[in-house]
Nanobody, 118 residues
Framework: QLIESGGGSVQAGGSLRLSCAASGRTFGYAMGWFRQAPGKEREFVAA??????ITDYTSSVKGRFTISRDNAMVYLQMNNLKPEDTGVYFCAATRFTSARRAVDYGYWGQGTQVTVFS
């Protein structure tokens, strides 16, 4: 029900845009992006809240990443990428109005790899 696309390899300072197509029961839910680097826990990156459309970002990506939604699509525009942004990026949906904890998201995509090299 969540399908990501748009990952790839980019030099530091470059940009990538991730897309997530939501379908079925996840349509209209609050949506988030998480990432997981090798050997690390999955971490919250950004979210757009249900109904209000308010956006929320982890501090390390503020001013560089932008989350947006357009009907059934959710996007993560990533600018000025850094090597520490490398990881598998997951799109997720939650029935909560807003959430930052991975455990609060009940629906997940398969993930898309983002690699930033210096």
């Amino acid at each position: 029900q969540l399908i990501e696309s748009g990952g790839g390899s980019v030099q530091a300072g470059g940009s990538l845009r991730l897309s997530c197509a939501a379908s079925g029961r996840t349509f209209g839910y609050a949506m988030g992006w998480f990432r997981q680097a090798p050997g690390k826990e999955r971490e919250f990156v950004a979210a757009v809240w249900r109904s209000s459309g308010i956006t929320d970002y982890t501090s390390s990506v503020k001013g560089r990443f932008t989350i947006s939604r357009d009907n059934a699509m959710v996007y993560l525009q990533m600018n000025n990428l850094k090597p520490e942004d490398t990881g598998v990026y997951f799109c997720a949906a939650t029935r909560f109005t807003s959430a930052r904890r991975a455990v609060d998201y009940g629906y997940w995509g398969q993930g898309t790899q983002v690699t930033v090299f210096s």
